[in-house]
């Protein structure tokens, strides 16, 4: 096409809705032969069927890369850019949206076609005003036509989905995002089309046609709704004004905020644009609203390039060509596409370079790089799939294996699946009809075009058929999400319950500061209104972080989480659970992660209230530790003290005394009085404090111990249980005797009593009545009796008797004879046996 560089050069450039598109076409139809050229499948299919309209379907060809309809008469041929034949003549040569040539990923394509594609009558250029300053450099004789737009676009402000307007367009940025808007609306308003470049011609046509008939007033698009499709859009709604470009994430240019809200409104019908969010980085500027309402676009500085003519004598000289730099100050060398990518990857592989020794062979491995990776899947992964494919073009009969072929695409043909499902199988089978479609790579080649055909077209119905059970049915299935920057686009109220609502719809409900997704909602849907309604409540999320800043203690209980680990809970939700300390009365709060949705200043607030009450509840309950921890700490006190001290603080409140057995018998008449004045009692077997026995110190000093220890609270005796059966392990508070177990102040209650029964060393009968109270058994009881240093009178008759041993019992307690002064004191008795704080 490029030897008519003397042909009529026409460049016809304006903003959207001006007609330029409806110009090309007429002055095509009015040629003997034309080629067009367009960014998008959709765009070439759409102008396809005007043209077969007017010309017949024997005399209009469809070329792209997974789709062609090529007549044998066929006198016009409408395109995608990639697909153009270069090597074919036609009166009228067109190239649609040539602004694209300033595109990173495919500029290099279109800014190749502006500089050699001419028909031999005329060619004609369609662009936006940014355009010009290129055409100005690079085609200097072209005769540059601007078009104003027939009517007239106006900024509508701000709106959120619940009150756009009918015959509404909302553009997103993402396949998830056009998913997700278009649940919304089908809760909101009933349904929506869903519009998006990787449709397959045949269900963006149903989809459209739903629209356009009235079935629905609302369309949810990606950005291709920008190139030219031509439909009754009213208004355009922007769910965001960022986008992913395949290298980063960055804002839209004015450019192309402009060409997006350019479809509202058609030919002298006005439109209004706007966003769904009035503030933030969703929210249009001052400068670009004035820009895009008076169709001001920043030129172009330069348009990507890369040889359109490369060099096949070597992979090395293809790809030398192709990363050859433009001489021209207004092109710059394009980004490296994924094919050449591709082509580098494998040209490191021995077995390629040896096939691809030949002009004819590298040739061939080149297109075979040009294979587009319809599913995204990156190019290693896109590298392997092209390496086995060229394998096969590169041996025996030089074609594609039909097993290999017709395996793949068989398992493809299955219509069973969801959306998501269903649209990867069609950008799957896309790569299989782009290799059906090529010459020489299949031995049946129309065959195998027209199987991938069929099973597009069977995926096609299956996915607008989803699509519309999905985006348009009546079901109760809502869906929050955050749209672009701003998460306050539905109406969202908070029940009296804590339920939050949408238009009196059930989306979930608040627990505490946790959203919990309503019951009947679908799996894939969880996790973006878990991430909608954490953005969107955060103000109700706030309130509530006041609101347990000033509750009464009484607001806040211990409890366990699910894995059974002690948790606090504010109004019977868990808000925070208790790890290791530096004590075992001090353990660390460490806040759940609902309330990671706070401010951090609110988050530190709610946890410092939640330690202070901790602390009081430690107190209260078990205030032996705290008061043990500062005697161990306490520069002031005795070694011996500070020992005894330090264990019952660490154990919990009740320690064994043949623990501390050498620091017990250290402490001075002083030392005992603090401990006893603390609630300590130093007793025959253990040293314990009898406030730790109770249900509600038990629980706290197991929770405390599992807090340490990272484990789940260990189950505490039943409240006002005094013998217990014996365990596998023991159980604190409890001192095991055979298969029963004791509690502690019990132990020392019975030591008491034998003691008291005794005269000196003389055989005496102890009173079993307390132990049988209790329910301790006659095994037991005899295992306790000599635990606290009694043995049985062997040689006495009538009831059993026991003999007092003298010495340290087994226990560890040392009996110790009464004093000889003073022996009316009232702690005589006891310091003579060694019992009490004596």
């Given at each position: 096409?490029?030897?008519?560089?003397?042909?009529?050069?026409?460049?016809?450039?304006?903003?959207?809705?001006?007609?330029?598109?409806?110009?090309?076409?007429?002055?095509?139809?009015?040629?003997?032969?034309?080629?067009?050229?367009?960014?998008?499948?959709?765009?070439?299919?759409?102008?396809?069927?005007?043209?077969?309209?007017?010309?017949?379907?024997?005399?209009?060809?469809?070329?792209?890369?997974?789709?062609?309809?090529?007549?044998?008469?066929?006198?016009?041929?409408?395109?995608?850019?990639?697909?153009?034949?270069?090597?074919?003549?036609?009166?009228?040569?067109?190239?649609?949206?040539?602004?694209?040539?300033?595109?990173?990923?495919?500029?290099?394509?279109?800014?190749?076609?502006?500089?050699?594609?001419?028909?031999?009558?005329?060619?004609?250029?369609?662009?936006?005003?940014?355009?010009?300053?290129?055409?100005?450099?690079?085609?200097?004789?072209?005769?540059?036509?601007?078009?104003?737009?027939?009517?007239?676009?106006?900024?509508?402000?701000?709106?959120?989905?619940?009150?756009?307007?009918?015959?509404?367009?909302?553009?997103?940025?993402?396949?998830?995002?056009?998913?997700?808007?278009?649940?919304?609306?089908?809760?909101?308003?009933?349904?929506?089309?869903?519009?998006?470049?990787?449709?397959?011609?045949?269900?963006?046509?149903?989809?459209?046609?739903?629209?356009?008939?009235?079935?629905?007033?609302?369309?949810?698009?990606?950005?291709?709704?920008?190139?030219?499709?031509?439909?009754?859009?009213?208004?355009?709604?922007?769910?965001?004004?960022?986008?992913?470009?395949?290298?980063?994430?960055?804002?839209?240019?004015?450019?192309?905020?402009?060409?997006?809200?350019?479809?509202?409104?058609?030919?002298?019908?006005?439109?209004?644009?706007?966003?769904?969010?009035?503030?933030?980085?969703?929210?249009?500027?001052?400068?670009?609203?004035?820009?895009?309402?008076?169709?001001?676009?920043?030129?172009?500085?330069?348009?990507?390039?890369?040889?359109?003519?490369?060099?096949?004598?070597?992979?090395?000289?293809?790809?030398?060509?192709?990363?050859?730099?433009?001489?021209?100050?207004?092109?710059?060398?394009?980004?490296?596409?994924?094919?050449?990518?591709?082509?580098?990857?494998?040209?490191?592989?021995?077995?390629?370079?040896?096939?691809?020794?030949?002009?004819?062979?590298?040739?061939?491995?080149?297109?075979?790089?040009?294979?587009?990776?319809?599913?995204?899947?990156?190019?290693?992964?896109?590298?392997?799939?092209?390496?086995?494919?060229?394998?096969?073009?590169?041996?025996?009969?030089?074609?594609?294996?039909?097993?290999?072929?017709?395996?793949?695409?068989?398992?493809l043909d299955r219509l069973d699946g969801d959306v998501e499902t269903l649209a990867g199988r069609i950008a799957a089978v896309r790569s299989w009809a782009y290799i059906a479609h090529r010459r020489d790579w299949l031995a049946e080649p129309a065959h195998w075009a027209d199987r991938t055909r069929r099973i597009e077209e069977r995926l096609s119905d299956?996915?607008?058929?989803?699509?519309?059970?999905?985006?348009?049915?009546?079901?109760?299935?809502?869906?929050?999400?955050?749209?672009?920057?701003?998460?306050?686009?539905?109406?969202?109220?908070?029940?009296?319950?804590?339920?939050?609502?949408?238009?009196?719809?059930?989306?979930?409900?608040?627990?505490?500061?946790?959203?919990?997704?309503?019951?009947?909602?679908?799996?894939?849907?969880?996790?973006?209104?878990?991430?909608?309604?954490?953005?969107?409540?955060?103000?109700?999320l706030a309130k509530r972080a006041e609101a347990l800043i000033a509750s009464d203690d009484v607001a806040f209980t211990l409890a366990q989480d699910r894995e059974g680990a002690p948790a606090l809970e504010w109004g019977g939700v868990t808000v925070a659970r208790l790890t290791a300390g530096p004590a075992l009365a001090r353990p660390r709060i460490q806040?759940?992660?609902?309330?990671?949705?706070?401010?951090?200043?609110?988050?530190?607030?709610?946890?410092?209230?939640?330690?202070?009450?901790?602390?009081?509840?430690?107190?209260?309950?078990?205030?032996?530790?705290?008061?043990?921890?500062?005697?161990?700490?306490?520069?002031?006190?005795?070694?011996?003290?500070?020992?005894?001290?330090?264990?019952?603080?660490?154990?919990?409140?009740?320690?064994?005394?043949?623990?501390?057995?050498?620091?017990?018998?250290?402490?001075?008449?002083?030392?005992?009085?603090?401990?006893?004045?603390?609630?300590?009692?130093?007793?025959?077997?253990?040293?314990?404090?009898?406030?730790?026995?109770?249900?509600?110190?038990?629980?706290?000093?197991?929770?405390?111990?599992?807090?340490?220890?990272?484990?789940?609270?260990?189950?505490?005796?039943?409240?006002?249980?005094?013998?217990?059966?014996?365990?596998?392990?023991?159980?604190?508070?409890?001192?095991?005797?055979?298969?029963?177990?004791?509690?502690?102040?019990?132990?020392?209650?019975?030591?008491?009593?034998?003691?008291?029964?005794?005269?000196?060393?003389?055989?005496?009968?102890?009173?079993?009545?307390?132990?049988?109270?209790?329910?301790?058994?006659?095994?037991?009881?005899l295992k306790l009796m000599m635990e606290l240093g009694f043995r049985r009178d062997a040689g006495a008759d009538g009831p059993e008797r026991w003999r007092w041993r003298g010495g340290r019992p087994r226990g560890g307690a040392t009996a110790r004879p009464a004093p000889p002064a003073h022996p009316g004191h009232p702690f005589a008795r006891l310091r003579?046996?060694?019992?009490?704080?004596?």
């Amino acid at each position: 096409m490029s030897q008519f560089a003397r042909s009529p050069l026409m460049a016809v450039l304006g903003p959207t809705n001006t007609g330029k598109t409806h110009l090309a076409v007429e002055r095509m139809a009015a040629h003997s032969s034309g080629i067009m050229g367009f960014p998008l499948r959709l765009l070439a299919r759409e102008v396809y069927d005007r043209m077969v309209a007017l010309k017949g379907p024997g005399e209009v060809a469809l070329l792209t890369g997974e789709e062609k309809i090529l007549p044998p008469a066929a006198r016009w041929f409408l395109c995608t850019a990639e697909s153009m034949p270069t090597d074919r003549e036609a009166a009228f040569v067109a190239i649609d949206e040539a602004q694209l040539g300033a595109d990173p990923e495919r500029g290099h394509v279109f800014t190749d076609r502006l500089l050699r594609a001419r028909g031999r009558e005329e060619t004609m250029i369609l662009g936006s005003d940014a355009l010009r300053p290129m055409l100005a450099a690079l085609a200097p004789k072209a005769d540059i036509i601007g078009r104003p737009r027939f009517s007239t676009l106006s900024h509508a402000g701000a709106r959120k989905l619940s009150r756009l307007p009918k015959r509404s367009a909302i553009v997103a940025f993402s396949t998830e995002e056009v998913y997700a808007v278009a649940e919304a609306i089908r809760r909101l308003r009933g349904g929506a089309a869903v519009v998006m470049g990787a449709l397959s011609p045949r269900t963006r046509n149903a989809q459209v046609a739903m629209f356009q008939a009235g079935e629905v007033d609302y369309l949810v698009a990606t950005d291709a709704i920008g190139m030219g499709l031509n439909m009754d859009v009213a208004h355009v709604a922007f769910a965001g004004l960022h986008k992913f470009d395949g290298r980063r994430r960055r804002r839209l240019t004015v450019a192309e905020m402009a060409q997006i809200a350019g479809r509202a409104g058609r030919h002298q019908r006005d439109g209004t644009f706007g966003a769904l969010s009035e503030e933030g980085p969703g929210a249009f500027t001052a400068e670009e609203v004035l820009a895009i309402e008076g169709h001001r676009v920043p030129p172009l500085s330069h348009l990507y390039w890369r040889e359109g003519q490369p060099d096949f004598t070597s992979i090395d000289a293809l790809v030398a060509s192709l990363e050859r730099r433009p001489d021209h100050p207004a092109l710059r060398a394009a980004p490296q596409a994924i094919d050449l990518a591709v082509l580098k990857r494998l040209a490191e592989e021995d077995w390629v370079r040896e096939r691809a020794s030949a002009p004819a062979m590298v040739e061939r491995l080149w297109a075979t790089c040009g294979l587009p990776d319809f599913r995204k899947l990156g190019v290693e992964p896109h590298s392997r799939f092209v390496a086995r494919v060229f394998r096969h073009l590169s041996e025996g009969n030089g074609a594609i294996p039909h097993p290999w072929f017709a395996d793949e695409i068989q398992r493809l043909d299955r219509l069973d699946g969801d959306v998501e499902t269903l649209a990867g199988r069609i950008a799957a089978v896309r790569s299989w009809a782009y290799i059906a479609h090529r010459r020489d790579w299949l031995a049946e080649p129309a065959h195998w075009a027209d199987r991938t055909r069929r099973i597009e077209e069977r995926l096609s119905d299956a996915l607008h058929a989803s699509l519309q059970q999905r985006f348009v049915d009546k079901r109760t299935t809502v869906l929050l999400r955050q749209i672009g920057a701003d998460a306050s686009l539905l109406p969202v109220a908070i029940g009296e319950a804590g339920e939050v609502l949408v238009e009196d719809h059930v989306l979930g409900r608040l627990e505490g500061f946790r959203f919990v997704v309503a019951s009947d909602a679908r799996a894939a849907d969880k996790r973006l209104l878990l991430a909608a309604a954490e953005k969107r409540l955060g103000r109700e999320l706030a309130k509530r972080a006041e609101a347990l800043i000033a509750s009464d203690d009484v607001a806040f209980t211990l409890a366990q989480d699910r894995e059974g680990a002690p948790a606090l809970e504010w109004g019977g939700v868990t808000v925070a659970r208790l790890t290791a300390g530096p004590a075992l009365a001090r353990p660390r709060i460490q806040p759940d992660r609902a309330l990671d949705s706070l401010d951090r200043r609110a988050r530190d607030r709610v946890a410092a209230r939640l330690e202070q009450w901790v602390a009081k509840a430690t107190e209260r309950h078990t205030p032996v530790l705290a008061r043990a921890g500062a005697l161990a700490c306490d520069a002031q006190a005795s070694a011996a003290l500070r020992t005894v001290a330090a264990a019952l603080a660490d154990a919990g409140g009740v320690v064994a005394r043949e623990a501390v057995r050498d620091a017990v018998e250290a402490l001075t008449p002083e030392d005992r009085r603090v401990l006893r004045r603390a609630g300590v009692t130093i007793g025959t077997l253990d040293v314990f404090d009898a406030r730790m026995l109770k249900p509600a110190a038990q629980h706290w000093r197991a929770a405390l111990a599992a807090a340490r220890e990272g484990r789940a609270v260990a189950a505490t005796a039943p409240a006002g249980a005094t013998v217990l059966p014996a365990r596998a392990g023991t159980s604190f508070g409890y001192r095991r005797f055979g298969a029963q177990m004791v509690r502690t102040d019990l132990v020392e209650r019975l030591a008491r009593a034998a003691h008291d029964a005794r005269a000196g060393r003389r055989p005496f009968v102890p009173d079993p009545a307390f132990a049988t109270s209790i329910g301790l058994g006659p095994d037991s009881f005899l295992k306790l009796m000599m635990e606290l240093g009694f043995r049985r009178d062997a040689g006495a008759d009538g009831p059993e008797r026991w003999r007092w041993r003298g010495g340290r019992p087994r226990g560890g307690a040392t009996a110790r004879p009464a004093p000889p002064a003073h022996p009316g004191h009232p702690f005589a008795r006891l310091r003579e046996l060694g019992l009490g704080n004596g």
